[in-house]
Structure formats: C-alpha cells, structure tokens
C-alpha cells in the first residue's frame, strides 16, 4: 500500500492500499496448534503462499512469542481446542494485548462454536481440515485492520499529518522488514497523537468549533462503545479517539447530545433487536466466518460506530432481516440491536445489546459503522435490487432517530455468497451477501448508516470476509446543513447506487455526485434529520459524505467499477472524506483486490436505494428497497436505479424534520422491510 | 515387475483405498499438491506425523478409559483431537470410528466407548497396513 504522503491528499493515507508487488508475500503468520499433524500441513500451506510462518504447538508459548516479539506477526491462526488454554482465550489476549487479526480454526463446525468465535472477535473461522483456498486470503484480515487503523489516523488530525505521513513504502510492504516497521509507525504516531491530545491543546488545531463529521463521531462512538455507556467520561473517550486538536470540552458537549440521543432511542421497541439476533443466529454456521460478523461489526463498532443518528437508522433499517442468505453476517441490524449494542463491541448473538439503552447506539450493524447520515443506507445488492429508498422518508416521520432511511447493512458475507441482502425497506441493513463490501447505504435519513460489509465475495468464493467495517459512515459534514433545506440529506446518493443515485441525494448537492457512479462524493445528507433532531435542530449535517459506498464516487468514481462505488468510504465511519474513500477505493479496486474489508468498492452492486420511500419504509415496514443489484461480483455498475424520487426523498427529509426527532422509539421499524430482491 | 506394471499397481491400491473408503482423495490430493522439490516426501511425513500422534491419543484413550470412574467429558476431548488429526490426511474410517465413540461418549456409555475403542484401534491399524504397503509401492515405482 503506498501512501502517498501528501498531506493534503487525503487519498493517499486512506487508500494504503496500494500494496507492493509482492504483497502478500512475506506475511508472517503465526500459527498454533496442538495437533503436530495439522501444524505441519499448515506449515507447508501457508509457506506455498509465500507467507513467513512461525508455528507453534502451546499456547503459552505463542503469547510469549507474540509479546517479545511484538511487531514481529501479522496475524495469528489458532485452533479452538488446545490442551493448555483455550483458543478463544488466547484469541482474547492476542486482541487486547497485540491487536492483531486472529483465525480460529477447528474440526468442530458446530454453530455455537462458529458463533463463539465471532463474538470473541475472531476476524476468521476456518474449518477442518484446512484448504490452501482457504489461506491464501487470510492476508485481507491484516489489509483490512490495517486500513482502519489508517484510517483512524488519518481522521485524526491534519495537522499530524504531515509527521505521521508514513512513508509509502510503509504501508506497502508486507514482505519487506519495513513491514515491523510501518507498525512501530503507526503505533508510534498514533502515540504521538495521543500526546498531542493529551496536551489537550488546541494549537494544532485552531478552530474554534469543532466539526463532529461523521468519521469523528464515529470515532466518537467507538470509543464511547469501548468504554461502556455509563464509565464513557470526557476524558477517556478523548484518549481513545485520538484526535489531535480535539479538546475534552469537545468531547464532553458532544457526549451530552448523545446521551439524550441514546435516551431517546432507548424506546425502540425490543423486538427489533432480538430479530436481529435471532435472526442472526439461524444464520448458518459460516464455515469461516467471513470478517463479516465478528470482525466486521467489530470492526465496525471500533469505528466508531454511527452516530446515534445513524444508528437509529441502522437500526431501523438493519435489523431487518437476517434471513438473508445463508451465511450472511448480520444482516440489517435489527434497530434495538443496534441500538442496545452497548458493548463496544458488536457480538452477535451475544446478547447483542437490545439494550440501546446504553446509549451507544452505536453500531446499529454489528460492527458496521452505520454512518450516521442515517441517509444513508446503501444496500448493496448483488442483483440489482434496489433499495428503496430507505426510508429516508421514514424518518421524515419523524422518527426519532430520523433513520428512516434504511440502513441497509450490507455485510459483506463471507463466503462467497453472492446474496445481497438489501433489506432497505425501513433502513434495514441489507445484508449484502459477498459481492464484495456492499457497502451499505442506510439512507435512512438518519444517518444513513452505510454500512459496507466488505463484501468479500469478490470473485473469490473463498471466505471473503465480508467486512462489514464498511458501514459507511455518513459523514456528517455539519456545515452541510445548507445543503438540505433544513436537513440536507442528500440522500439521493445512495451509494454505490451508480448511475442515477443522484435521486437520493435530496439535496442537489449530492445528487451530482451520486449519479451515476455512485460516487458518493460529498456524501449524502442522508438522513440527517435525525441527527438535526438530536442536536436539537443545530444544523449538524451529518452528511453523508462518502459514505463508504461509492458515494463518493465523486471522487474516483472509478474506484469501485460497478456503479457501486460504494467505496469503503462507507465503511466505517472513519471519516474519511470521500476523497479518501475514493483513494481508497480505488485503490482497492486497483489492486484488484476483493474488496477489502468493508465494502471497498466492492462494486458489487450495492444498490442502496436509499431513501426511496423513507417514509414509506418506515411506516409501512414493507417497503421493498429497491436495490439494483449491484454487480454481482461483477461489478457491474449497476447501481441502483434510483427509485426513489429525490422528491420524494426531499419531502420526507424535510418532513422529518419538521418533525424532529420522534419518540425515542425508534421508528424506523425496519424489521418490517423486506428486501425485494435480493439476489441471491 | 516393471515399471509400467508398478505405476499400475499405485494406482490400483490408490483406487481402492479411496474406493473403500479409508482415504479422502481430495485430502490425499491436497496433501500430494504440497509436496514439492523441497519437500519430496512430504505426503509421507504428514503420514508419520499421524501416526506418532494417534499412537499418543490411543494410549491416552486406553488410561481414561481404565479409569474409574470414566471420565467421559476428558474421552471426549481426546477424540476430538483424533478426529481432527484423522481428517488432516483424511483417515475415513478411522474418523468414522471417532463419531461413533464420541456418541457414546455424550451417552455416558462406557461399554460402548470400549468397543467403539476397539473399532478404532482395528480401522487405524488397517489403515496403517495399507498406507505402508501403497508408500512402499510408490517409491519402488519411483525407482524404477
């Protein structure tokens, strides 16, 4: 991945991912497992990938070697059942102390265990006996932490930049030894970063306001979620967020707005969620867990996960069904899933929060960083399903959270699954089986959570995991408010609704750059009424600005080929301007990568209907997102269709909020969506 | 025999060990794949590795199971790492023989682990016999 350092270019540090030529040769993987058979074979697999592998027999052993050595491994496949610890426990400790991506791998496939391993954070679930298919992908996991880790600095601070710039060759070369050295790098600006904050100084940055972009709040979010609702005092989650310039009374206005969000959405009706988790439990046992569920929504949540606003939308919108296609990770995130996701991170099934109460509503999409324009929710379809718009118009009912666009979620399931679960009626989080980070546009007019399940089927079959990082952030580019009359959703852009987005960027801004290309550019003003309402009318513009789908488009419009540019930008929220998404994306696509880790580009047809009917959706429940199918793996461009009528869209935007936020509860019932097509 | 007769005698005992079911061919397959220039006998030392480890895991299986009173759920992790390594070189039967146990196992049935036991000790032996003789085979071919 060259970064390009320039300051200025925010492409560059988003994309990172470029990666050398040899790439991902020369990954060093550690390996263990107790079996000596296996641990051979793995050996030998892995070394004819042209990965650098350490194997290890004990656990202890490989937690010491981890720590001494504490750049010295990318990523870490374990086997469940080991005599000295359990795998899940060496999972845990690898995650907390080292943060690198951990695989499970067993001869047990039942889905309990499966699910044990998403919801300890494995970013893989293998099952035995291992292929070598299996493992010549296992490099995205890295690419893709990598990338959100970028993001996050990047986001952070502009002033960084120019120190923190990584040298190009950093990110690129995994093979090289300059690969220990792009970590010390990061982590080391990301020390550096913290100092900064620490000093609580504004003099880096200068402004007097801050501007809660959907990537910050995102990273707001996340790291409200890490700390746990009630423990997330100013202060930490400051640290946590790392944002240089940022100041504790930043934080600490911000936090209290989102507080009285949560409390509002906290009367989400419970069901919503537990049709999440329900639904997501009957999802089949995923033989490798495709980032999509664990990682993703873990990743997700770490990102940040949407605003509040968006995250009513996600929730509206996501938890929708589950029934997606087999082995699509968590569908649309049942609203109270969202919502009740209390705990940073996003566990399936794990008593997934039902309790939004907590406030953090924070990852609507488990893990899927719903971007807060609750505009936007991009479904990614496969087949050119298109969302409706989700219920962009909902939230002009004046749901609370405004999210009535759908959310559509599209985790990226893993596996080759060519579904795509849009499940945009009512903002749900379609599922986007595969096709590669559908990004999901949850253009809900609430914060449209886009949440990009890196999709990854990309023409591989083999575990993509679908990340559904993507989620794509809206961003909330809280100047945009000009741009919506009142709310600004420029919901028409779905994103990665290529062609002809335009119609759900309600606001002319964005609908230029949706056409077509799903360029997301400028991020629609997805549903940003929630958020207006939540702040209590200030024109915080949760834009949808890139929201990962290829909404950006504007920007590389190229990125992502199949209309859908749902380009990562979506994903997590990580405020990437759109330009970085597109960087991203189209770097992603570049590198002919499957999508990595949410959504990026995954042109796969992420056809986020946003907002068609928001309203509509919400009220009805049964509103059919509509989403083209998005290239199925093809990338066929096919984005979307607009079929919401940006009017339309314009109105129950609008008329939203007028409404303002409704009743805490959630309306956007987005259980209710169906998903017309889904194609599967 | 010549040489064109010994490749048709790999062959043959091939066959019919996946025909039989002793081997999974895509495993075997999969296993040949890895074998290389720098690894020429790859296949084979998975296979020793086997063995070695399934000689560890049936003696650890004969003292729980003389134990008293039968510790079912320790028997039950053992088979699962049995089973795990059977299906690493695609040991069929032998992996079959493990389901079985472990059924008994969850039964708390110890009469039926024992002879559920003395299957797998049968089919792991066979297996033993037949995969010797067809490595043999392989390398006098080799050689010829």
């Given at each position: 991945?060259?970064?390009?350092?320039?300051?200025?270019?925010?492409?560059?540090?988003?994309?990172?991912?470029?990666?050398?030529?040899q790439?991902?040769?020369?990954?060093?993987?550690?390996?263990?497992?107790?079996?000596p058979?296996?641990?051979?074979?793995?050996?030998?697999?892995?070394?004819?990938?042209?990965?650098e592998?350490?194997?290890?027999?004990?656990?202890?052993?490989?937690?010491?070697?981890?720590?001494?050595?504490k750049?010295?491994?990318?990523?870490?496949?374990?086997?469940?059942?080991?005599?000295?610890?359990?795998?899940?426990?060496?999972?845990?400790?690898?995650?907390?102390?080292?943060?690198?991506?951990?695989?499970?791998?067993?001869?047990?496939?039942?889905?309990?265990v499966?699910?044990k391993g998403v919801?300890?954070?494995?970013?893989?679930?293998?099952?035995?006996?291992?292929?070598?298919?299996?493992?010549?992908n296992?490099?995205?996991?890295?690419?893709r932490?990598?990338?959100?880790e970028?993001?996050?600095?990047?986001?952070?601070?502009?002033?960084?930049?120019?120190?923190?710039?990584?040298?190009?060759?950093?990110?690129?070369?995994?093979?090289?030894?300059?690969?220990?050295?792009?970590?010390?790098?990061?982590?080391r600006?990301?020390?550096?970063e913290?100092?900064?904050?620490?000093r609580?100084?504004?003099?880096t940055?200068?402004?007097?306001?801050?501007?809660?972009?959907?990537e910050?709040?995102?990273?707001?979010?996340?790291?409200?979620?890490?700390?746990?609702?009630?423990k997330?005092?100013?202060?930490?989650?400051?640290?946590?967020m790392?944002?240089?310039?940022?100041?504790?009374?930043?934080?600490?206005?911000?936090?209290?707005?989102?507080?009285?969000?949560l409390?509002r959405?906290?009367?989400?009706?419970?069901?919503q969620?537990?049709?999440?988790?329900s639904s997501?439990?009957?999802?089949?046992?995923?033989g490798?867990?495709?980032?999509?569920?664990?990682?993703?929504?873990?990743?997700?949540a770490?990102?940040?996960?949407?605003?509040?606003?968006s995250?009513?939308?996600?929730q509206?919108?996501?938890?929708?069904?589950?029934?997606a296609?087999?082995?699509?990770?968590?569908?649309?995130?049942d609203?109270?899933n969202?919502?009740?996701?209390?705990?940073?991170?996003?566990?399936?099934?794990?008593?997934?929060?039902q309790h939004?109460?907590?406030?953090?509503?924070?990852?609507l999409?488990?893990?899927?960083?719903?971007?807060?324009?609750?505009?936007?929710?991009?479904?990614?379809?496969?087949?050119?399903?298109?969302?409706?718009?989700l219920?962009?118009?909902?939230?002009?009912?004046?749901?609370?959270?405004g999210?009535s666009?759908?959310?559509?979620?599209?985790?990226?399931?893993p596996?080759?699954r060519?579904?795509?679960?849009?499940?945009t009626?009512?903002?749900?989080?379609?599922?986007?089986?595969t096709?590669v980070?559908?990004?999901?546009?949850?253009?809900?007019?609430a914060?449209?959570?886009?949440?990009?399940?890196?999709i990854?089927?990309?023409?591989?079959g083999?575990?993509?995991?679908?990340?559904?990082?993507?989620?794509?952030?809206?961003?909330?580019?809280?100047?945009?408010?000009a741009?919506?009359?009142?709310?600004?959703?420029?919901l028409?852009?779905?994103?990665?609704?290529?062609?002809?987005?335009?119609?759900?960027t309600t606001?002319?801004?964005?609908?230029?750059?949706?056409?077509?290309?799903i360029?997301?550019?400028?991020?629609?003003?997805?549903?940003?009424?929630?958020?207006n309402?939540?702040?209590q009318?200030?024109?915080?513009n949760?834009?949808?600005?890139?929201?990962?789908?290829?909404?950006?488009?504007?920007?590389?419009?190229?990125?992502?080929?199949?209309?859908?540019?749902?380009?990562?930008?979506?994903?997590?929220?990580?405020?990437?301007?759109?330009s970085?998404?597109?960087?991203?994306?189209?770097?992603?696509s570049?590198?002919?990568?499957?999508?990595f880790?949410?959504?990026?580009?995954?042109?796969?047809?992420?056809?986020?209907?946003?907002g068609?009917?928001?309203?509509s959706?919400?009220?009805?429940n049964?509103?059919?997102?509509?989403?083209?199918?998005?290239?199925?793996?093809?990338?066929?461009?096919?984005?979307?269709?607009?079929?919401?009528?940006?009017?339309?869209?314009?109105?129950?935007?609008?008329?939203?909020?007028?409404d303002?936020?409704?009743?805490?509860?959630n309306?956007?019932?987005?259980?209710?969506?169906?998903l017309?097509?889904?194609?599967? | 025999?010549?040489?064109?007769?010994l490749?048709?005698?790999?062959?043959?005992?091939?066959?019919?060990?996946?025909?039989?079911?002793?081997?999974?061919?895509?495993?075997?397959?999969q296993?040949?794949?890895?074998?290389?220039d720098?690894?020429?006998?790859?296949?084979?030392?998975v296979?020793?590795?086997?063995?070695?480890?399934?000689?560890?895991?049936?003696q650890?299986?004969?003292?729980?199971?003389?134990?008293?009173?039968?510790?079912?759920?320790?028997?039950?992790d053992?088979l699962?790492?049995f089973?795990?390594?059977?299906?690493?070189?695609?040991?069929?039967?032998?992996?079959?023989?493990?389901?079985?146990?472990?059924e008994?196992?969850?039964?708390?049935?110890?009469?039926?682990?024992?002879r559920?036991?003395q299957l797998?000790k049968?089919?792991y032996?066979?297996?033993?016999?037949?995969?010797?003789?067809?490595?043999?085979m392989?390398?006098?071919?080799k050689?010829?």
């Amino acid at each position: 991945m060259n970064l390009n350092n320039d300051k200025g270019s925010m492409s560059t540090a988003s994309s990172s991912v470029t990666v050398s030529d040899q790439f991902p040769a020369g990954l060093r993987v550690l390996v263990v497992d107790d079996d000596p058979t296996c641990l051979r074979i793995l050996e030998k697999m892995l070394g004819t990938c042209l990965y650098e592998v350490t194997k290890c027999n004990r656990a202890e052993i490989a937690l010491d070697m981890l720590r001494t050595n504490k750049n010295g491994y990318d990523i870490v496949i374990s086997d469940v059942h080991m005599p000295d610890m359990d795998g899940f426990k060496l999972l845990e400790q690898v995650g907390l102390e080292m943060d690198l991506p951990v695989i499970m791998m067993s001869a047990d496939d039942s889905k309990q265990v499966v699910m044990k391993g998403v919801t300890h954070g494995a970013c893989d679930y293998l099952i035995k006996p291992v292929r070598i298919e299996a493992l010549k992908n296992i490099w995205q996991h890295v690419v893709r932490k990598r990338k959100n880790e970028w993001k996050d600095l990047e986001q952070s601070g502009s002033v960084e930049e120019g120190d923190r710039q990584p040298k190009p060759s950093e990110e690129a070369d995994y093979s090289s030894s300059a690969n220990e050295g792009n970590w010390r790098t990061s982590k080391r600006r990301k020390d550096e970063e913290e100092e900064i904050e620490e000093r609580d100084d504004t003099s880096t940055l200068k402004k007097p306001r801050v501007v809660w972009s959907v990537e910050l709040h995102q990273q707001f979010v996340s790291a409200v979620n890490q700390l746990g609702i009630d423990k997330a005092v100013p202060k930490k989650i400051l640290e946590l967020m790392n944002v240089p310039g940022l100041t504790r009374e930043n934080v600490a206005s911000h936090l209290q707005k989102y507080r009285l969000y949560l409390r509002r959405l906290s009367g989400v009706s419970p069901h919503q969620g537990n049709s999440f988790i329900s639904s997501h439990s009957q999802e089949p046992p995923y033989g490798s867990l495709s980032s999509l569920s664990g990682l993703d929504f873990q990743t997700l949540a770490a990102t940040g996960q949407i605003p509040a606003q968006s995250l009513a939308t996600l929730q509206a919108a996501g938890l929708a069904r589950s029934a997606a296609k087999p082995g699509l990770p968590m569908p649309l995130v049942d609203q109270r899933n969202i919502f009740s996701f209390d705990n940073q991170k996003l566990r399936f099934g794990e008593g997934q929060p039902q309790h939004m109460s907590s406030g953090k509503q924070m990852n609507l999409l488990h893990g899927i960083p719903t971007t807060m324009d609750s505009k936007q929710l991009v479904n990614l379809h496969h087949s050119a399903q298109s969302l409706g718009s989700l219920n962009m118009q909902a939230s002009a009912h004046g749901n609370p959270s405004g999210q009535s666009s759908p959310l559509l979620m599209q985790m990226a399931q893993p596996q080759s699954r060519g579904q795509i679960l849009t499940e945009t009626s009512g903002g749900q989080v379609p599922r986007l089986p595969t096709s590669v980070g559908h990004p999901i546009l949850s253009n809900g007019a609430a914060g449209a959570m886009l949440a990009i399940n890196g999709i990854g089927e990309n023409s591989r079959g083999t575990g993509y995991n679908s990340v559904s990082q993507t989620s794509s952030v809206l961003n909330f580019p809280l100047n945009h408010s000009a741009e919506l009359p009142g709310n600004s959703f420029p919901l028409g852009s779905t994103p990665g609704i290529s062609a002809g987005m335009s119609t759900l960027t309600t606001k002319g801004g964005f609908q230029e750059e949706i056409n077509s290309d799903i360029k997301g550019s400028g991020g629609f003003m997805p549903s940003y009424d929630i958020f207006n309402d939540l702040q209590q009318h200030k024109p915080h513009n949760w834009e949808l600005q890139n929201v990962g789908f290829a909404f950006d488009a504007s920007q590389h419009s190229n990125s992502l080929q199949a209309s859908v540019d749902v380009t990562p930008s979506v994903l997590v929220n990580q405020g990437y301007s759109s330009s970085q998404r597109n960087v991203q994306n189209s770097n992603v696509s570049a590198m002919g990568k499957p999508i990595f880790s949410v959504g990026e580009g995954s042109e796969h047809g992420i056809a986020l209907n946003v907002g068609q009917h928001l309203n509509s959706l919400l009220v009805d429940n049964s509103t059919r997102v509509k989403s083209e199918r998005v290239t199925d793996t093809s990338c066929q461009p096919t984005l979307l269709p607009q079929h919401f009528g940006q009017e339309d869209l314009m109105s129950a935007i609008l008329k939203q909020q007028q409404d303002g936020l409704g009743p805490a509860e959630n309306d956007f019932e987005f259980d209710g969506y169906s998903l017309d097509n889904i194609p599967v | 025999m010549n040489s064109n007769q010994l490749q048709h005698q790999v062959l043959y005992m091939r066959r019919s060990l996946f025909d039989q079911g002793y081997l999974d061919s895509e495993q075997l397959i999969q296993l040949e794949d890895l074998q290389d220039d720098a690894n020429p006998n790859f296949v084979e030392e998975v296979v020793s590795l086997f063995y070695s480890d399934s000689a560890r895991l049936i003696q650890n299986i004969e003292q729980t199971l003389s134990n008293r009173p039968v510790d079912f759920s320790r028997l039950d992790d053992i088979l699962h790492q049995f089973k795990g390594s059977c299906s690493s070189i695609g040991a069929k039967k032998v992996k079959d023989a493990c389901s079985q146990f472990r059924e008994y196992c969850n039964a708390g049935n110890a009469e039926g682990c024992s002879r559920s036991f003395q299957l797998i000790k049968q089919e792991y032996e066979t297996l033993r016999r037949r995969l010797e003789s067809y490595f043999q085979m392989v390398k006098q071919a080799k050689a010829a």
